[in-house]
């Protein structure tokens, strides 16, 4: 799988937009872009994935540059509730999850 | 139903008992996994079983056996653990690959251990 690497922490004011990088300069064509997150004492949890195209489902939008190596998962609104570990992922369709060191999200209000 | 439910919540044991966590899940998913998680550290990979056979050993001590006996549920059997085995304890499930959704593994609280 490929590496990826992101910043250990960042701060985003609640209602504000929380726009979290991931580089992954040595992706494969077959590779995924997956983001999953982890709040406190909880388990991880799926948040959105791409390929090369941007995404958008409920929770976040995926930002994938035309290269592919790098990305930009973005929570429009972050809430308090968003405080948590950011996982960018990138493996195989099908592979099991390897999960590197996140990026700590702390909302504040 | 999205849940993957894990018992026991937390567990505390000597170094010379047997114990066991449970997992379970009733989306149909036919691939499960265990991950351990020390304090302040991404979830680390142990075994994965797809179509209840094992499929994925990360090269994790015998002290840790895991057993599916069907397609809903997932064991891992704890024997003669070390105090650095302390950890929390992650089930997930997915969709087996090939699915369409097999993208998503849904994750349980997992079981908070303790080895004294």
């Known amino acids: 799988d490929a590496k990826t690497t992101q910043p250990p922490s960042m701060d985003c004011a609640e209602g504000r937009a929380a726009n979290l990088p991931c580089n992954h300069s040595?992706?494969?064509?077959?590779?995924?872009v997956y983001w999953y997150r982890q709040i406190h004492s909880q388990g991880p949890q799926y948040i959105i994935h791409g390929l090369k195209n941007n995404e958008t489902n409920e929770m976040a939008s995926l930002i994938i540059t035309e290269d592919r190596k790098s990305s930009t998962l973005i929570l429009p609104h972050a809430t308090l509730r968003d405080t948590a570990v950011y996982y960018c992922?990138?493996?195989?369709?099908?592979?099991?999850?390897?999960f590197g060191k996140g990026t700590r999200l702390s909302v504040i209000a | 139903d999205t849940e993957v439910t894990q018992t026991p919540k937390h567990l505390v044991m000597g170094m010379t008992n047997k114990k066991s966590l449970k997992c379970e899940q009733h989306m149909g998913h036919r691939a499960m996994y265990w991950y351990k998680q020390k304090a302040k550290k991404p979830p680390e990979l142990m075994f994965v079983?797809?179509?209840?056979?094992?499929?994925i050993n990360e090269s994790v001590p015998s002290r840790f056996s895991p057993e599916c006996p069907n397609s809903s549920l997932l064991n891992l059997h704890l024997h003669a653990l070390q105090p650095e085995d302390s950890a929390l304890y992650l089930c997930?499930?997915?969709?087996?690959?090939?699915?369409?959704?097999?993208?998503?593994?849904?994750f349980g609280p997992g079981t908070r251990l303790t080895v004294t």
């Open positions: 040595t992706i494969s064509g077959n590779e995924y």
């Open positions: 079983y797809s179509y209840e056979k094992l499929s």
């Open positions: 992922i990138v493996r195989v369709l099908g592979t099991p999850l390897v």
């Open positions: 997930a499930s997915s969709q087996a690959p090939g699915s369409p959704k097999m993208y998503e593994q849904y």
